[in-house]
């Protein structure tokens, strides 16, 4: 299962600017729901693919929840759910000293 994740910007007729985040399944071409806010940051993204965890998870048969759809009867193995952007990958860590 991939997903793919991106923000966009809006300005508004007065000058302003929001930010959406949306996340798209690769397969399905379904737009979860969006994520509007005035900044784009990790708090956005999280808040985005919580988001997109929720509506898939209610989207599935009553009494299913996403982590037991996307586990193998047989096998037991989770299958992931890739998340891919066009973004550049930053570290959350600070660099090491000498």
Same mark, same amino acid.
């Given at each position: 299962?991939?997903?793919?994740?991106?923000? !966009?910007?809006?300005?508004?007729?007065?000058?302003?600017?929001? *930010? %959406?985040?949306?996340?798209?399944?690769?397969?399905?071409?379904?737009?979860?729901?969006?994520?509007?806010?005035?900044?784009?940051?990790?708090?956005?993204?999280?808040?985005?693919?919580?988001? #997109?965890?929720?509506?898939?998870? !209610?989207?599935? +048969?009553?009494?299913?929840?996403?982590?037991?759809?996307?586990?193998? +009867?047989?096998?037991?193995?989770? %299958? +992931?759910?890739?998340?891919?952007?066009?973004? %550049? #990958? *930053?570290?959350?860590?600070? +660099?090491? *000293?000498?």
């Amino acid at each position: 299962m991939v997903w793919q994740f991106d923000f !966009s910007e809006y300005e508004t007729a007065k000058g302003g600017t929001w *930010r %959406v985040a949306g996340i798209a399944d690769y397969w399905s071409k379904y737009e979860f729901g969006w994520h509007w806010s005035p900044t784009a940051n990790k708090h956005d993204a999280v808040a985005a693919v919580e988001l #997109a965890l929720a509506e898939a998870a !209610s989207m599935l +048969p009553e009494g299913l929840d996403l982590l037991e759809y996307l586990t193998d +009867p047989v096998t037991g193995e989770v %299958v +992931p759910i890739t998340l891919v952007t066009d973004k %550049v #990958a *930053r570290s959350a860590q600070p +660099p090491s *000293r000498p």
